[in-house]
């Protein structure tokens, strides 16, 4: 796979530094908002600091067979960054010695990468305990070759978090197009005809709740209900864990909050709804991002920021997990989004 164009480059970094001086600016700047670092000071959390590497994320591609409304990677059919599978042997490497006991594979879709079957295949080789993939569900239905996908993730026990913006087809096709609905429920349907999300089964299925407008989740577990009486109900759908995760003010959904003239009133809710005993517990603690290239986060966010670890060690080719762990973490305002309300992370509500 070719590498972005210096153009390309050029452009994306353009854009990571036009979110981040709206995000800097503004109410923040005037002082109507207090900054996020100001926040977390006050209870002593300032540098945000790790405590140990827990979870490995790797983000294998921007390609997607969707265009979401709400995505935060600006993932779609046209963007070609993807992970190479000379990058993917760095990072079985690390895999192969990591002390986290999570891998987490992102995109994008994680199943349009060309050696995505060949990678899942090599590092569930290495005995990660919790061993994730990502999966907007559509792609299961998208072509005949990832039919098969359901009985592929069963054989390397493949952990499947599944975004579903609701129950309903008007809601969840709203946000993330035509037809995804119906495509989701049938990938639903089929991840449950091999075992997973039944009861006492091994093979997790957990689904991930994103708001569809500009407002924060709800209750994570009365959501979690609401989901699996509906879905069991109209089609006879069972999974394991709702995961609600709040959208944070970035790419495609910052556009969508500054086109729709909602990102002041969004950004005063989540600072309104900051909850200062979610900060220990936030994602980028416990997390290392991996980008499709190789570069290292200290969170998915970051990532589409293109705010790479303060850390000597910025690369997956180099990395030392020691000299990670001794780092600060690289904050600004969206930050809020992540200890807003009982606290969002990829693994759902925090506090």
Known sequence: MATKSLKAQQNELATSNKQLEILNGGLFANGELPYFKDKIAEIGHFPLRPTRLEILQINVGYMCNQVCAHCHVDAGPDRKEIMTKETMMQCLEVIKNTKAHTLDLTGG???????????????????????????????????????????????????????MPHYTKGKTDKQRGDGVFDKSIKALQELNAVGYGMPNSNLKLDLVYNPSGAYLPGDQGAMERDFKKRLKEDFNIQFHNLFAITNLPIARFLDYLIASENY?????????????????????????SVSWDG????????????????????????????????????????????????????????A
């Open 264 to 288: 002041e009133d969004y950004m005063y809710a989540l600072v309104e709804a900051y909850n200062s005993s979610a900060v220990a517990n936030v994602m980028c603690t416990n997390t290392i």
């Open 109 to 163: 879709a994680p199943e349009m990468n060309p050696n995505f079957r060949w990678f899942v295949e090599e590092a569930s080789k290495a005995g990660i305990k919790d061993f994730i993939v990502r999966s907007n569900l559509t792609i299961i239905r998208a072509n005949k070759k990832y039919y098969d996908l359901p009985g592929f993730f069963k054989k390397h026990n493949v952990h499947v978090i599944s975004s």
């Open 295 to 350: 570069w290292l986060y200290d969170c998915d966010f970051n990532q589409m920021l293109d705010l790479k670890v303060a850390s000597k060690v910025k690369h997956i080719k180099d990395y030392n997990e020691d000299v990670l762990t001794d780092r600060n973490i690289i904050i600004s305002q969206h930050c809020y989004g992540c200890t807003a309300g009982a606290g969002s992370s990829c693994q759902g509500s925090v």
